[in-house]
């Protein structure tokens, strides 16, 4: 046998990602995205050896998707199936590191829906779907949150009055946490590092941002709390704001809660600041030709960004790093460069043909002579999820079909 294939998935409600990864092989092989589902609108795109492909799956539900792609996948791993990993945004407290799928698991997930309204059933859509159609295969839930259940209680509580916290579960909770555990394990490995005894400040930037500081393999901060709005200037959510800010919206503008709430994650960040865009690559195109709005979203998303990673650093002991990722930190020069000029005070500066150099999928680090280490490393949390999955469903024996 040639390695594990674990199916990875990710539910969204009107949309399931995938990816096939087999633990001896560099890429996915195969990948792509049931999208729109429930809609006239459906559709199925994928990326295999073969090239690109996509087909139409007009009104199919998350778990015809999942029938859509069982052929696919079933082509594509010939050998057979080991397990499938899900991807799960918020764990609570209940989950300290990601577990085997069963009825108590599920039961927990449900239970913390009111913390993650949006992501939470979403998830579990995909996970009920996937064991419908693959009923017999061991299913592992890797959550977004369990790798921040490490931090310290003057790190994740919020100074209000403890019964919202004990009754409630009002604390920071912290999301991105497979990515940050990825890249900085990965960092560490590419500079042939102790991970257990090392220290580093991560950057995952994508249309949603955050920082985090690892110690010894263990998050110890991280800027999302509560939910995935609190922290840095996003691509469409506003990060930290004044907390009264919806009371004074309310009185000003009359707006509701749901209305402000709305705009806060949908219409605000890079894209309310620019009245532009969300998208990184538009708003550097158009600061070049002198966009106002677009200069001033990057200059304030690079000195929030900064400022976060500067207090993150009140957590480390030592800096062995800064680390880059997600899709403008693994691919903005440009941005890196904007932030780091900001962290001067922690001795850092880039080496700029290195910083050019580390696009696209490149890693490596990035600093100017003398400065404490800064890298970019690509994420690759289809990959975590499918290695955390594989090593709980190891006991498990033989290949599923």
């Not at 890797?142 to 509580?157: G, N, W």
């Not at 990515?179 to 042939?192: C, G, P, Q």
Request: glycine letters at 10%.
């Amino acid at each position: 046998m040639t390695g594990n294939n674990i199916l990875v998935i990710n539910g969204g409600s009107s949309s399931l990602k995938f990816a096939l990864i087999n633990d001896q092989e560099a890429n996915p092989r195969i990948s792509g995205l049931a999208e729109r589902l429930g809609s006239v609108e459906a559709g199925l795109s994928w990326k295999d050896s073969q090239g690109k492909h996509s087909k139409a799956i007009s009104k199919a539900s998350h778990q015809q998707a999942l029938a859509e792609l069982l052929p696919l996948v079933q082509n594509a791993a010939p050998e057979g199936l080991q397990g499938v990993g899900h991807r799960v945004v918020h764990g609570g407290e209940a989950f300290t590191g990601s577990c085997l799928i069963d009825n108590s698991v599920i039961d927990a997930i449900r239970a913390t829906i009111p913390l993650a309204p949006l992501h939470n059933p979403a998830n579990l859509m995909g996970i009920e779907a996937a064991l419908a159609v693959f009923p017999d295969l061991p299913q592992v839930a890797v959550f977004d949150t369990a790798f921040h259940q490490s931090l310290p209680d003057y790190a994740y509580r919020y100074a209000i009055p403890t019964s919202l916290y004990e009754q409630h579960g009002v604390r920071r909770y912290g999301f991105h946490g497979t990515s940050h555990r990825y890249v900085s394990a990965e960092a560490a490995r590419l500079m042939n590092a102790d991970y257990q005894q090392s220290s580093w400040l991560t950057a995952h930037l994508g249309n949603g941002c955050s920082t985090c500081a690892i110690v010894n393999g263990q998050s110890r901060d991280t800027s999302m709390g509560l939910t995935p709005l609190e922290g840095v200037v996003m691509g469409t959510r506003s990060g930290d704001v004044d907390p009264n800010l919806h009371s004074h919206l309310a009185n000003v503008m009359g707006w509701t809660l749901a209305e402000v709430t709305r705009v806060l994650n949908n219409e605000s960040g890079l894209k309310g600041l620019s009245g532009l865009s969300n998208d990184m690559r538009t708003l550097e195109e158009a600061a070049s030709e002198g966009h106002a709005g677009a200069q001033l979203a990057m200059e304030v998303f690079c000195y929030r960004l900064a400022k976060s990673l500067a207090s993150m650093a009140c957590a480390l002991p030592q800096l062995d790093g800064l680390i880059f990722t997600g899709g403008i930190g693994e691919n903005s020069p440009l941005i890196r460069s904007k932030t780091v000029a900001h962290l001067r005070l922690l001795g850092l500066q880039l080496d700029d043909a290195a910083n050019l150099r580390c696009i696209r999928g490149v890693a490596g680090e990035i600093q100017a002579s003398g400065s404490p280490r800064v890298l970019v490393v690509p994420t690759n949390e289809e990959l975590q999820i499918a290695l955390d999955t594989l090593n709980l469903i190891q006991p498990h024996g033989a290949a599923h079909a």
